[in-house]
Nanobody, 127 residues
């Protein structure tokens, strides 16, 4: 069984920074992309950022470009999301996702592009 465990969420003031992490464990699997999504109360889960595990190509939602950075540590099987200049509208549960099916050359930006999901970590940005 594949497990994705997010950590690093919390409360931060607007304009501040926070880094969330996602560690994978359990049954070894061939991942070819990792992603971060978020879901605010009453809203759909939306794509935030993604990375191709081989080559490191990244993709971001327009709303976070220039402020968020996704990165991966292959030795630790961990993906990170560094968030800066946070705004109150970033308040949400942040979910990590992994893709292990047919290799893709582009970063998936929809939920059905990923096969495994974490339980999420709460990020709250106060104004």
């Amino acid at each position: 069984q594949v497990q994705l465990v997010e950590s690093g969420g919390g409360l931060v003031q607007a304009g501040g920074s926070l880094r969330v992490s996602c560690a994978t464990s359990g049954r070894p699997f061939s991942r070819n992309a990792m992603g971060w999504f978020r879901q605010a109360p009453g809203k759909e889960r939306e794509f935030v950022a993604g990375i191709l595990w081989s080559g490191g190509r990244t993709s971001y939602a327009d709303s976070v470009k220039g402020r968020f950075t996704i990165s991966g540590d292959t030795a630790k099987n961990t993906v990170y999301l560094q968030m800066s200049s946070l705004r109150p509208e970033a308040t949400a549960v942040y979910y990590c996702a992994a893709r292990s099916r047919v290799r893709t050359m582009t970063v998936p930006s929809t939920r059905d592009g990923y096969d495994y999901w974490g339980q999420g970590t709460q990020v709250t940005v106060s104004s």
